[in-house]
């Protein structure tokens, strides 16, 4: 049982003391006159009368009434001391709650078997303290990615580690972008959490663990030796290493897997809402994973399309023309995006290239739509790409391209269909 807060227990004190004095002194001020009681007609049963004891001197009603100074001030006074001590404590005991719900918050969850104790992701307090350095492998706008190494048992697992920055900062104190930015990070943690967090397939990067600090939030991955897709084709472009069609076909039909799990298998159904290369890794064996899902939404059975509004969220060059123009999104915005991916994939190029300003169609949506109505298609095909045999490979994917990408998102396949049609494809 919760015992009272101090001031409230000292002012029932001073209560119970003043009126047990009234009680003892009761007889001061008036007239006693013991009676006999006729209710009980017993003998020797007296009750006992108080009558006001009227002085002579005190004021009759033509003398002006005195009101003392003091008494009234006393009496003003306090209430009000009374009321501001019990305030204080109340103000406290909430404080001491929330300190004691922060705490708990604060404690790591795991979500997967790889990582089997919370102290093996200990060495983090170093790396808050500025005592541990680790390798930088990316930067975002919530924060920087690290790469380090634990062991589940006599076996060495690379993980990623991603820091997303929560200063401790008086709201009070925060002006209106700063504020933004923090609501952001915080719907990211937990769309994070919420999504990846519970889910498992083998086209979606897991999420193995969060980390919650003072400053800070640490969510923990499994290390894509690979790196993105977006990368992947950046070095390809580069000179830097090769990608073979086998390979890019296989990256399309996996990242179809995954899309049709969250929007068709899963439940409830999760819309990822940035669907691009940049946020498609490759492990060890070149097998793609979906990450990066801090702008995803899960979307009930009873939630209509038309009640799915938020403000524009994704990358330009990759978001539906509906989500631009309605603020409404679908899993057909996610298709749009995988539509654009599939180019990108074939053609070797991105939305952002500058080779797009020099086109009509200025952007590269509109330029495989018109290089595929054309006589010679085969002009939008990676130039890596050409001479392996493919070609009519190429261009099937390119025309389901097209289809993902349709202005009006009714006439879109949705992402089982696509993933069939992928998977349709022979070699």
């Given at each position: 049982m919760a015992s009272l807060p101090l001031p409230l227990f000292f002012l029932l004190l001073v209560v119970t003391y003043s009126y047990c004095r009234t009680i003892e002194n009761l007889d001061e001020g008036f007239t006693v006159a013991m009676v006999k009681d006729p209710f009980y007609m017993r003998e020797n049963t007296t009750t006992k009368l108080y009558f006001l004891a009227v002085d002579p001197d005190t004021p009759s009603a033509g003398h002006k009434f005195q009101i003392k100074p003091l008494w009234v001030a006393v009496s003003f006074v306090l209430p009000t001391l009374c009321f501001l001590l019990c305030w204080l404590t109340i103000k406290r005991c909430k404080r001491i709650v929330s300190y004691n719900k922060t705490s708990a918050s604060r404690q790591p969850t795991l979500f997967s078997p790889m990582i089997r104790r919370a102290e093996d992701l200990s060495f983090l307090e170093e790396l808050d303290n500025g005592g541990l350095l680790l390798e930088t492998i990316g930067h975002g706008g919530c924060g920087e990615v690290y790469k380090a190494d634990i062991f589940n048992g006599d076996r060495e697992i690379l993980i990623a580690i991603k820091r997303i920055m929560q200063p401790a900062i008086d709201a009070n104190k925060l002006c209106k972008e700063e504020s933004n930015l923090l609501n952001h990070q915080m719907r990211q943690i937990r769309s994070e959490i919420q999504t990846v967090g519970q889910i498992r397939h083998r086209n979606l990067l897991p999420l193995l663990a969060h980390i919650?600090?003072?400053?800070?939030?640490?969510?923990?991955?499994?290390?894509?030796?690979?790196?993105?897709?977006?990368?992947?084709?950046?070095?390809?472009?580069?000179?830097?290493?090769?990608?073979?069609?086998?390979?890019?076909y296989k990256i399309a039909v996996d990242v179809a897997a995954g899309l049709e799990y969250l929007h068709i298998m899963n439940r409830p159904?999760?819309?990822?809402?940035?669907?691009?290369?940049?946020?498609?890794?490759?492990?060890?064996?070149?097998?793609?994973?979906?990450?990066?899902?801090?702008?995803?939404?899960?979307?009930?059975?009873?939630?209509?399309?038309?009640?799915?509004?938020?403000?524009?969220?994704?990358?330009?060059?990759?978001?539906?023309?509906?989500?631009?123009?309605?603020?409404?999104?679908?899993?057909?915005?996610?298709?749009?995006?995988?539509?654009?991916?599939?180019?990108?994939?074939?053609?070797?190029?991105?939305?952002?290239?500058?080779?797009?300003?020099?086109?009509?169609?200025?952007?590269?949506?509109?330029?495989?739509?018109?290089?595929?109505?054309?006589?010679?298609?085969?002009?939008?095909?990676?130039?890596?790409?050409?001479?392996?045999?493919?070609?009519?490979?190429?261009?099937?994917?390119?025309?389901?391209?097209?289809?993902?990408t349709y202005d009006d998102p009714k006439e879109r396949p949705n992402s089982r269909d696509v993933h069939h049609m992928l998977s349709q494809i022979k070699h």
């Open positions: 919650p600090r003072p400053n800070c939030h640490y969510l923990i991955y499994e290390f894509m030796k690979n790196g993105s897709l977006h990368d992947a084709l950046k070095d390809v472009s580069n000179g830097l290493r090769e990608l073979q069609w086998t390979v890019r159904r999760i819309i990822h809402r940035d669907l691009k290369p940049a946020n498609i890794l490759l492990d060890d064996d070149l097998n793609a994973r979906i990450s990066d899902f801090g702008l995803a939404k899960m979307v009930p059975d009873i939630i209509t399309s038309a009640e799915m509004r938020s403000e524009v969220a994704g990358t330009v060059g990759y978001i539906a023309p509906e989500y631009h123009r309605t603020q409404s999104f679908t899993d057909k915005c996610d298709v749009y995006s995988f539509g654009v991916t599939l180019a990108v994939l074939v053609t070797g190029k991105f939305p952002t290239d500058n080779f797009f300003q020099t086109t009509n169609e200025m952007c590269i949506v509109g330029w495989v739509r018109t290089a595929m109505a054309s006589n010679d298609p085969r002009v939008v095909i990676d130039q890596k790409l050409l001479g392996s045999g493919f070609e009519e490979q190429m261009l099937l994917v390119l025309k389901i391209a097209c289809f993902c």
